[in-house]
């Protein structure tokens, strides 16, 4: 069986410096996004459930 952990809805990841969920700007990668996605409800929303998904999508795969 083929790994197919593509088949989750993604963000459009358009750079380190872009926020993949309203495309705004970022002062640096990993650490202004974590921050971003903290004080911003929707994008944090988005991150979540982009996680989960691929969170889910291991899990799946673990255990079944
Ligand atoms: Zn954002």
Redesign the pocket.
Known sequence: MAHNSQSAPSPRWSGPKR?P??G?ELDNGGEAFVR?VDV?EE?HEGFERWRTNIVGDMKGEWTS
């Open positions: 926020c969920f309203c705004c971003h911003s994008c």
